[in-house]
């Protein structure tokens, strides 16, 4: 079982930047294809972007594609996701997900391993 920390979440105001980082707690981490995912109040849970664990399939949300960067360190264990221009609706908190697969998916029921999340807000 492997578990995963993120930090980095934050207020920003609108167009501003933010870099979320997951810290995986074990080797493992390398054999995973991570995602990130977001929560806003009153909604459900959306697929932002991931990546596969060799880093050559990187996918991302049509709402962040061109803002947002994903990319992972496997000796390093950590995965990031640099966020440019945000945006008011950005807001909310922020989870990356581990899943045991080649293959890098949209989905959050295919994903095993979750971390807590870290908050971001986004002030207009």
């Known amino acids: 079982q492997i578990q995963l920390v993120e930090s980095g979440g934050g207020l920003v105001q609108s167009g501003g930047s933010l870099t979320l980082s997951c810290v995986g707690s074990?080797?493992?981490?390398?054999?995973?294809?991570i995602g990130w995912f977001r929560q806003a109040p009153g909604k459900e849970r959306e697929f932002v972007s991931g990546?596969?664990?060799?880093?050559?399939?990187?996918i991302y949300a049509d709402s962040v594609n061109g803002r947002f960067t994903i990319s992972r360190d496997n000796a390093k264990r950590t995965l990031y996701l640099q966020m440019n221009s945000l945006k008011p609706e950005d807001t909310g908190v922020y989870y990356c997900?581990?899943?045991?697969?080649?293959?890098?998916?949209?989905?959050?029921?295919?994903?095993?391993?979750w971390g807590q999340g870290t908050q971001v807000t986004v002030s207009s």
């Open positions: 990546i596969s664990w060799g880093s050559d399939t990187k």
């Open positions: 997900a581990a899943d045991y697969s080649i293959v890098v998916g949209r989905h959050a029921s295919g994903y095993e391993y």
């Open positions: 074990d080797r493992t981490f390398t054999s995973f294809a």
